[in-house]
């Protein structure tokens, strides 16, 4: 499968998911504009962010992180977090156990 094939979701504003769930996982492919704001929210998944390109400020604990090019992130389940696009970006995610929220 190339990543191309899979048909876009705009799953929140400013928000690009090409997402792939596994039977315990869920892998996403986003492509998010400048200035899209993740709000405060947590969910029982674990996630794990890689950043491909830009950046993206990602707040976890009450503390900002700006995460670049080559950045991984562990967001453990139930925590509160919330971001920000700071430039465009393109980000992968994976969760565990899978997001069926995530269409």
Same mark, same amino acid.
């Given at each position: 499968?190339n990543?191309?094939?899979?048909?876009? @979701?705009?799953?929140?504003?400013?928000?690009? &998911?090409?997402?792939?769930?596994?039977? *315990?996982?869920?892998?996403?492919?986003?492509?998010?504009?400048?200035?899209?704001?993740?709000?405060?929210?947590?969910? $029982?998944?674990?996630?794990?962010?890689?950043?491909? *390109?830009?950046?993206?400020?990602?707040?976890?604990? &009450?503390? @900002?992180?700006?995460? @670049?090019?080559?950045s991984?992130?562990?967001i453990?389940?139930? $925590?509160?977090?919330? &971001?920000?696009?700071?430039? *465009?970006?393109?980000?992968?995610?994976?969760?565990?156990? @899978?997001?069926? *929220?995530?269409?």
């Open positions: 499968m990543i191309e094939e899979l048909e876009p @979701k705009e799953i929140m504003k400013g928000f690009h &998911g090409r997402i792939i769930h596994g039977k *315990d996982f869920t892998w996403v492919f986003w492509e998010i504009e400048k200035g899209a704001s993740l709000p405060e929210h947590n969910h $029982v998944n674990e996630q794990l962010i890689h950043v491909i *390109d830009g950046e993206f400020e990602f707040t976890l604990y &009450g503390k @900002k992180n700006i995460c @670049k090019k080559g991984t992130f562990l453990p389940a139930n $925590v509160p977090h919330s &971001g920000f696009a700071i430039s *465009d970006c393109i980000l992968i995610d994976v969760f565990s156990p @899978k997001r069926d *929220d995530l269409g």
